[in-house]
């Protein structure tokens, strides 16, 4: 028996590409979640400059999007371990690392 030729019908599906809006919208979640992090007046000072500056680091338009995600993800990670972070300020850090680490 002869193997039978692959067809269209049986091509692997095409991975699904993101919307620019879909992006931008996902990206303006997170700023402004940052934006409230850094604003929250019970959050420790450095935590808040820690949002800050990953918020900055995302929406400067220098560098290439992942290379801007990447950066924030790393400094918010460092910042989910810190000692003095109550609660409430670690599920709103790790909910903006899980919208950062989802952006298409």
């Known amino acids: 028996m002869m ?5 269209p ?11 620019p809006t879909e ?10 979640a940052l934006s409230q992090l850094a604003e929250d007046a019970s959050v420790p000072r450095n935590i808040r400059r820690g ?4 918020r900055d680091s995302v929406a400067q338009s220098r560098a290439a999007l992942d ?13 989910a371990n810190a000692p003095n972070l109550p609660s ?10 899980s919208s950062l680490e989802s952006v298409p």
């Open 3 to 7: 193997p039978q030729a692959r067809g």
């Open 9 to 19: 019908e049986t091509a692997l599906p095409e991975a699904p590409v993101a919307e």
């Open 23 to 32: 992006r931008a919208a996902a990206l303006e979640r997170a700023l402004e």
């Open 51 to 54: 949002a800050q500056s990953a």
């Open 67 to 79: 290379v801007r995600i990447a950066t924030a993800v790393s400094a918010l990670d460092d910042l």
């Open 88 to 97: 409430h300020g670690r599920t709103a850090l790790w909910s903006v690392l």
